[in-house]
C-alpha cells in the first residue's frame, strides 16, 4: 500500500496504513474503530434518502466487528435510518443524531431524555421551513433535528442559511453547518466528540473514519485522549471531499479519496486484523 496521504498534525506514532495497522493489530481487543455515515460509509447524492454504503464497506466491517473491542457509527442521521442502510450489520452499537439517540448490538434504541421535550419543536420548525424556504431547498425532518438542504439548488445557499440561523436564535436551537446543509438541533449536550470522548475512556486505541467539520470535534476527542495516556493509539482518517476544502484533512492524521477508498483500506485492514 502507498504511503498515505499526511494531514498538517503530526502524528506520533502512525508512518503509513500498514504500520498503523500492525500497531493496531497488537491491541486489536482494545480498539474501537468510528466511522461518520454520509460521504464517508455512503457517496453523497443529492437526495438524502438515496444513499447506500459504498462496495466493501459494509463486508469489511463485518469481518472487522469480532476482532476489535467495538465498532460504532457517528452520525447526524437517526438510529432508524442508521440500522435500514447497513444492510442487516450486525454487532455494531449506532449513535445517531450527534448522540442524541443510541442502540448498542442491536438493541432497542434509547433517546437521550433531555431532547424528547424538543419533539414538537422540530416538528413544527419542519412544517414552517417547508412553507417558507424557497422552492428548491430541502427541508430534512429528523424528529430532534431539522437538516436545510441546498446541494440541489446551491444559488439558496445564502438565503437557506440566513433563514435558519434566524430560527435558532429565535427558538434557542443550536446549529451545525455540513455540507450543503444547515442542520438546526436541540440546545441539548449532543456532538460527535462527547460520544467519542465518553466511549474512548478505557480504550487502547481508537480510529475515527469522517469527512464532515463535525467530524473535527471527533478527530479532537481522540487526540485528547491521547494526549492525556501515552499508550493510547488513536488515528483520525478523513475522507476527502470537494465541499469543506483541506479543514477536515488538515485535521487528520491520513486521508482517502473517496467512501469507495475507504472499502479498499478497511478490506486491506481486514488482512492485518484477522
Ligand atoms: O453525520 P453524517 O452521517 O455525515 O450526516 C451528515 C448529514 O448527512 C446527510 O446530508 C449530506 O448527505 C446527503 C446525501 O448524500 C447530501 O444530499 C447532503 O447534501 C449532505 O449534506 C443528511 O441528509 C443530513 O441530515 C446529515 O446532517
Known sequence: ?????????????????????????ARAAGTVLFFDFDGTLAPVDDDPTAVRPAPK????????????????????????????????????????????????????????????PWVP??????ELARAELPE?????????????????????????????????ERLGLK???????????PPVDGDKGLVIGEIVRDAEGAWYFGDDVSDIKA???????????????????????PETGDEVAEAADLTLDSPAALGDFLTAATHHLT
Not at 140 to 153: D, I
Not at 158 to 165: D, M, N, P, Q, T
Not at 175 to 185: C, I, N, S
Request: glycine residues 8%; proline residues 6%; neutral net charge.
Open 121 to 126: 419543536t422540530m416538528a413544527e420548525l419542519a
Open 219 to 241: 478527530f479532537a476527542a481522540l487526540r485528547a485522549r491521547a494526549a492525556a495516556d501515552p499508550h493510547f493509539f488513536g488515528v483520525c482518517v478523513a475522507v476527502a471531499n
Open 175 to 185: 446549529v451545525q453547518a455540513g455540507r450543503m446543509v444547515l442542520e438546526l438541533k
Open 136 to 168: 428548491g431547498a430541502l427541508v430534512e425532518y429528523k424528529r430532534l433535528s431539522v437538516a436545510l438542504h441546498w446541494r440541489t439548488a446551491p444559488q439558496l445557499g445564502g438565503a437557506v442559511e440566513r433563514w435558519g440561523l434566524a430560527q435558532a
Open 57 to 116: 464497506v459494509l463486508a469489511a466491517i463485518e469481518a472487522l466487528a469480532p476482532v476489535v473491542r467495538r465498532i460504532a457509527i457517528v452520525s447526524a442521521r437517526p438510529v432508524d435510518f442508521l440500522r435500514d442502510h447497513l444492510g442487516g450489520l450486525t454487532g455494531v452499537d449506532l449513535y445517531g443524531l450527534y448522540g442524541l439517540e443510541h442502540s448498542h448490538s442491536g438493541g432497542e434504541t434509547v433517546t437521550e431524555p433531555a431532547a424528547l
Open 1 to 25: 500500500m502507498p504511503p498515505l496521504n499526511l494531514g498538517n498534525q503530526q502524528p506520533r506514532i502512525p508512518l503509513d496504513a500498514d504500520q498503523a495497522w500492525r500497531t493496531t493489530a
